[in-house]
C-alpha cells in the first residue's frame, strides 16, 4: 500500500494592486501554507508586484518563500521549455504532504504565469488547485468608471500578441474589446482606435487599483506614449 501524502499546489491570483481586492481564501491559504513561491521576472531577483500585495496584507516574516524565474518568452511551446527550470524547483521544495501557493497577479485563471506553470507540472503528482482573485480586467473597468458589459452585449479578452487585423476583426464583432499588455503595440492600436473612430470611448489604464494607478482616455493620450508594461485598454463601440 502507498502511503505517500501528495503534496499540494493552490496557484492563487492576489489581485490587480490594492491588497484590499485580495479574497479571504487567498489571505487564508497563504497565512497556512508552507512554502510560498513567488515569480519573478529576473533571474536571482527577489522583486514581485504579487508579492507586494501580499506584503501589504499580512506578516510574511516567518513564512518559507521560494522564488521562481519565468523569462519573458513568446510561443507555448518556447514557454514550456523556459518554465522547466522553474517546474523542477518548485518540485524539490515542495516535500511529501506539504501544501504550497503560488501567487500571481490578477486571477489565476486569465492569462497567468501561474497557468503556464499548471502545464508544466500537469504530469507530476502534485494535487493542484485554482484560486480566483479579481482580474486586472475587472480592476481596469472599475477605476475607468464603467462596466465592461450591459445586458446581452459581447465581450473579447485578448493579449496584443494578436495582430492588428484579429483586433479589428474584434472590435468589428464585440460590443467591448480588452486588450492586455497593451504595451508591447501601442502605437499600432492607437492608429487602429483612431481609424475606428473610438478614442472618445477607449480608455487605459496602468497598475489598475494600485497607488501608483494612472487613468487615460485614448483621446487625450500623446503621440508615441509608452506605458508601464502592466496596461490594459479597454474599447467600446
Known sequence: MNLR?????FFIGVGPGDPELLTLKAVRLIK??????????????????ALNIVNQA?????????????PMVKGSEKMLSALSPAALTLQEELSE????????????????????????????????????GVSSISGTAA??????????EKLAILP????????????????????MKAHSCMDAI?????QKGL?????????????AEVIHCLRDMPDGYQPHYMSTIIIRN
Open 5 to 9: 501524502k501528495q503534496p499540494k499546489l
Open 32 to 49: 497556512s501554507c508552507d512554502v510560498l513561491f513567488v515569480p519573478v521576472r529576473k533571474k536571482d531577483s527577489t522583486r514581485s508586484i
Open 58 to 70: 499580512m506578516d510574511l516574516k516567518d513564512k518559507r518563500v521560494v522564488y521562481l524565474h519565468f
Open 97 to 132: 504532504g506539504e501544501t504550497g501557493v503560488f501567487i500571481t497577479l490578477g486571477c489565476s485563471t486569465i492569462y497567468s504565469t501561474g497557468g503556464n506553470l499548471f502545464l508544466a507540472l500537469q504530469d507530476k503528482d502534485i494535487a493542484m488547485h485554482f484560486v480566483p
Open 143 to 152: 477605476s475607468s468608471g464603467m462596466p465592461l458589459v450591459f445586458s446581452e
Open 160 to 179: 496584443t500578441t494578436y495582430s492588428m487585423d484579429q483586433i479589428e476583426s474584434c472590435i468589428n464583432n464585440f460590443e467591448t474589446v480588452v486588450l
Open 190 to 194: 492607437m492608429k487602429l482606435i483612431k
Open 199 to 211: 478614442l472618445d470611448t477607449s480608455f487605459m489604464v496602468e497598475k489598475a487599483t494600485s497607488e
